[in-house]
């Protein structure tokens, strides 16, 4: 049963891999999108795409969600009334240096994108949210979130401060009928490596080399999953890995 059709859903992060996979998975469904990423250029083409295809309305915000005051001044163009549904997906890893030898700046990166940003999109919508008794907010999370690793300390600690704001907001919201749920992959072959590895694309491949991972479609089956429950139905995080991985850092590559 389709229970998703003529909501509407905003996705941050939505120019590339799970972000973008979801946002054609739920157009595909009638859900009418707010598409958000710093790439203005990919937003334009993904408006034009997922209307010719789909059919369903599309608003594309350009800016960067590290920053509070573009979140606000991008948000205030929404009807955020008629946002029903939060996807909390722009994120990333930078790096994989050891604390003692980690660049600062790939730390802020991670700390601003990966926790204040969610936050700040997050603060913006669940009030409304709230106050109507209504609305579903899912967060992406990661493994990393359940479990630490050498070269992620900060990358883990990120993910696992989504684990906690995920339970949090959970709590927080108990009592408004608003559902929040979070997804957490293993290895997913998107962008996710060539950024963190600074555009080594080389480098990137290696993570995958190997093994049949997890691709981005993977990811968005799943939160459609989620997305489409009864109302009764929360589901508060689903770990999913590819069938090579058994933990962060356990890959069979045959």
Known sequence: MN??????????GATA?????????????????????RRSERL??????IESS?????????????????????LSEVDLESVDLLINNAGLAAGV???HKADLADWEQMID????????????IT???????????????????????????VYTATKHAVTAINKAMKMDLHGTNVRVSMISPGLVNTEFS????????????????????????????????ILNRPAHVDIMDVVVFPTAQSAATMVFRG
């Open 127 to 153: 009030p409304v949210m709230a106050a109507k008794k209504s609305g579903h907010v899912l967060n992406l999370g990661s493994i990393a979130g359940h479990e630490a690793y050498p070269g992620g300390v």
């Open 3 to 12: 229970r998703l059709k003529g909501k509407k859903a905003l996705i941050t």
């Open 54 to 74: 789909y059919g369903v309305q599309v608003q594309t915000l350009h800016f960067d969600i590290r920053s509070n005051k573009e979140v606000e001044d991008a």
């Open 44 to 49: 334009v083409e993904l408006k034009s795409e």
């Open 17 to 37: 891999g799970i972000g973008k996979a979801i946002a054609h998975q739920l157009a595909d469904l009638g859900v009418h999108l707010i598409l958000t990423g």
């Open 194 to 225: 060539t950024i963190r590895f600074k555009g080594d694309s080389h480098r990137a491949d290696s993570v995958y080399a190997g093994i049949d991972p997890l691709v981005a479609d993977d990811i968005a089956e799943i939160a459609v999953f």
């Open 97 to 99: 240096d050891p604390v």
């Open 113 to 124: 994108t990966n926790i204040k940003g969610l936050l700040y999109i997050s603060r913006l």
